[in-house]
């Protein structure tokens, strides 16, 4: 009968030490994948990507064909270099004008002096300021090129800028500092504007997104430490831990990746966890997360 009783004990015993290793949530590791797409449409000169490759941000990895592009801004730049040459031609008409009219004003005032002595005709003086009047519309009919010459190289020069900003698209700048992911495309391919090059995460810090019930909200609280254990062989975890960065606002279905029915048709709470990575965490990786000491603790 002792034995009876001292056996019922020890299985008491595991099932609580069973319920007390439980991990209180599941998920998945997930990493922000970034996609690189090309903003530029040509033929792909160079690109130094592979998949498993760390990468910094900034560094340039690539570069889409500029030929045609390069030829279009010789031609612009040579075109708003003519245009802008014009207004020197006009400087000079203008500067022509302007002696033309010290002339006229010369001859006026000395017709005027005659005209005082009556050796000289009112027509003679009518026709000097004519010729003046007429002088003066043609030096304002000069300076309006001005305002042209002006706006046509400004155009040009929007243009130029273009070009420019064009040709600096066409490298393939990596944004971040990451893990290639999965390549996309290959050097001497055609890309065009928006197709996927390369996929880049930065996996030195990774994210449990777990899922957790109702009554479970009030043991976890963003920035707070959480236990965080995944696979190391087939019958032990590795632990570390982690720091609760989000809390699902809503409830939801628990997701279909969930083992047990049970725990499918039940509401509850997406939660994400930020953990520091050593590399042996993995996108995808089944992980557990542990924040409750007892069943009973309150929080």
Same mark, same amino acid.
């Given at each position: 009968?002792?034995?009876?009783?001292?056996?019922?004990?020890?299985?008491?015993?595991?099932?609580?030490?069973?319920?007390?290793?439980?991990?209180?949530?599941?998920?998945?590791?997930?990493?922000?994948?970034?996609?690189?797409?090309?903003?530029?449409?040509?033929?792909?000169?160079?690109?130094?990507?592979?998949?498993?490759?760390?990468?910094?941000?900034?560094?340039?990895?690539?570069?889409?064909?500029?030929?045609?592009?390069?030829?279009?801004?010789?031609?612009?730049?040579?075109?708003?270099?003519?245009?802008?040459?014009?207004? !020197?031609?006009? %400087?000079?008409? *203008?500067?022509? =004008?302007?002696?033309?009219?010290?002339?006229?004003?010369?001859?006026? #005032?000395? $017709?005027?002096?005659?005209?005082?002595?009556?050796?000289?005709?009112?027509?003679?003086?009518?026709?000097?300021?004519?010729?003046?009047?007429?002088?003066?519309?043609?030096?304002?009919?000069?300076?309006?090129?001005?305002?042209?010459? !002006?706006?046509? %190289?400004?155009? *040009?020069?929007? =243009?130029?800028?273009?070009?420019?900003?064009?040709?600096?698209?066409? #490298?393939? $700048?990596?944004?971040?500092?990451?893990?290639?992911?999965?390549?996309?495309?290959?050097?001497?391919?055609?890309?065009?504007?928006?197709?996927?090059?390369?996929?880049?995460?930065?996996?030195?810090?990774i994210t449990l997104r777990a899922y957790v019930g109702g009554t479970q909200?009030?043991?976890?609280?963003?920035?707070?430490?959480?236990?965080?254990?995944?696979?190391?062989?087939?019958?032990?975890?590795?632990?570390?831990?982690?720091?609760?960065?989000?809390?699902?606002?809503?409830a939801e279905f628990t997701p279909k990746t969930i083992q047990t029915k049970?725990e499918r048709v039940n509401l509850v709470y997406a939660v994400k966890v930020?953990?520091?990575?050593?590399?042996?965490?993995?996108?995808?990786?089944?992980?557990?997360?542990?924040?409750?000491?007892?069943?009973?603790?309150?929080?």
């Amino acid at each position: 009968m002792k034995r009876y009783i001292v056996l019922l004990a020890a299985i008491a015993l595991a099932s609580c030490n069973n319920d007390k290793n439980k991990p209180d949530a599941y998920g998945t590791f997930e990493a922000t994948e970034v996609m690189v797409s090309s903003q530029a449409t040509g033929q792909i000169m160079m690109f130094r990507v592979e998949e498993g490759q760390v990468l910094d941000s900034g560094v340039m990895v690539g570069y889409v064909d500029t030929t045609d592009l390069c030829l279009k801004r010789k031609q612009s730049v040579e075109t708003r270099d003519a245009t802008a040459s014009r207004r !020197d031609d006009v %400087v000079s008409q *203008i500067a022509v =004008q302007e002696q033309s009219r010290e002339n006229a004003l010369v001859d006026k #005032r000395r $017709i005027e002096n005659l005209l005082k002595d009556g050796a000289a005709t009112q027509k003679q003086m009518d026709d000097v300021n004519a010729s003046l009047n007429l002088i003066d519309k043609q030096i304002a009919s000069l300076k309006i090129q001005f305002g042209g010459i !002006d706006n046509q %190289v400004a155009s *040009i020069t929007q =243009q130029i800028a273009q070009l420019n900003e064009s040709i600096n698209r066409s #490298r393939i $700048i990596n944004p971040i500092r990451g893990t290639v992911l999965t390549k996309y495309a290959e050097k001497d391919e055609v890309a065009t504007y928006g197709k996927p090059l390369y996929k880049i995460a930065d996996l030195s810090v990774i994210t449990l997104r777990a899922y957790v019930g109702g009554t479970q909200l009030p043991y976890i609280k963003l920035g707070t430490g959480i236990d965080v254990a995944y696979d190391k062989d087939e019958s032990t975890n590795t632990h570390t831990t982690g720091i609760v960065s989000w809390i699902s606002p809503t409830a939801e279905f628990t997701p279909k990746t969930i083992q047990t029915k049970e725990e499918r048709v039940n509401l509850v709470y997406a939660v994400k966890v930020r953990v520091k990575n050593d590399g042996s965490m993995k996108i995808g990786m089944p992980g557990e997360i542990r924040f409750m000491n007892t069943l009973n603790q309150k929080p």
